[in-house]
C-alpha cells in the first residue's frame, strides 16, 4: 500500500532529512585516509543521536551497524569494522535516521585522497543518474519514468545498472511501497502522487552489472570486483515536481 503523507507527517520527515543531510556534512571532514570504518559509524550514531534521532539501520531486520559503510567494490551494506580507508578508495555512505517515528536516507559515494579517473568518472556520473531520475519525478507521473531515465543515462556512459536493488518508499517505516527500481520503461508503475515520499537511488558499476552476497549476509559486491557507487535522496512529491528531503 502507498501512503500519502499528512501535513504533520511531512514536517517531521523534512526533519529526519535535514538530520540526515546534515549528517553526511559533519562527516565529510573526517573521511581521510588512515580513519577506520567503525570510527566513522561510531561519529554518525553519536551525531544523530545529538539531533534527537535514532540511527534507523541499527538493528534493522538483525543489521549490526549505525550506517551502511561500503567501500570500492562493495555496492551497498558494508558493515562497520577496523578497515581503515586507504589513499585511492571510494566509499558511500548510507545514511539513515528516525525522528519521531519517521524516517530519512540519503547515501552518497566519497572520493577518499587521490582516486583514479576511472573513479571519478563513476562518481561523476551516478550522481548525475540520480538527478537524471529526479527528474521525471512529479505528480502524475510513474515509477517506470524514473527507472527508464537513470537506466538510459547509465547505459549511455557504459556503467552496469545493479537490478537487484531499489529505491523505495519512506515514512514511518524505512522501507515502504512502492519498490522504485534503476531501470523500467516510460509509463508503467505505479502513479506518483502528491504527498508521497519515496527514496530514489542509482546503485551504478564501472563493470558489469551482476552483484552476490558475502557470507556476512549483508554486504553485496561486485562480481567483477571493479567499484561501485550509490547516490540516494529521499523525496517528497509536489504538484509541480519534488522536494529534497535529504538536501546536503
Not at 556520473?125 to 540520480?130: G, I, N, V
Request: charged residues 25%.
Amino acid at each position: 500500500m502507498i501512503n500519502i503523507k499528512t501535513p504533520r507527517e511531512i514536517e517531521l520527515m523534512r526533519v529526519a532529512g535535514e538530520i540526515v543531510g546534515d549528517t553526511h556534512k559533519y562527516l565529510i571532514p573526517f573521511l581521510k585516509p588512515g580513519i577506520t570504518t567503525k570510527e566513522i559509524d561510531s561519529l554518525a550514531r553519536d551525531y544523530i543521536i545529538k539531533r534527537d534521532a535514532t540511527p534507523s539501520c541499527y538493528h534493522y531486520e538483525g543489521y549490526p551497524a549505525n550506517i551502511c559503510i561500503s567501500i570500492n567494490e562493495e555496492v551497498v551494506h558494508g558493515i562497520a569494522s577496523n578497515r581503515k580507508l586507504c589513499d585511492g578508495d571510494i566509499v558511500t555512505l548510507d545514511i539513515c535516521a528516525c525522528y519521531k517515528g519517521y524516517h530519512g536516507d540519503s547515501a552518497w559515494s566519497y572520493p577518499i585522497g587521490n582516486i583514479s579517473e576511472e573513479k571519478k568518472y563513476l562518481l561523476e556520473h551516478t550522481e548525475k543518474a540520480l538527478f537524471k531520475g529526479l527528474e521525471q519525478v512529479k505528480s502524475g507521473a510513474r515509477v517506470g519514468d524514473i527507472g527508464y531515465a537513470v537506466e538510459k543515462y547509465a547505459t549511455e556512459h557504459n556503467l552496469g545498472v545493479v537490478k537487484e536493488l531499489v529505491g523505495h518508499g519512506v515514512g514511518n517505516k524505512l522501507h515502504e511501497d512502492p519498490d522504485v527500481p534503476n531501470y523500467g520503461k516510460k509509463n508503467t508503475g505505479p502513479i506518483l502522487k502528491e504527498g508521497m515520499v519515496i527514496a530514489v537511488e542509482p546503485m551504478l558499476n564501472l563493470g558489469t552489472a551482476d552483484v552476490y552476497l558475502l557470507d556476512d549476509d549483508w554486504t553485496v559486491v561486485t562480481a567483477d570486483n571493479q567499484p561501485s557507487a550509490h547516490f540516494e535522496h529521499t523525496v517528497l512529491i509536489t504538484k509541480d515536481g519534488y522536494e529534497i528531503l535529504t538536501k546536503r
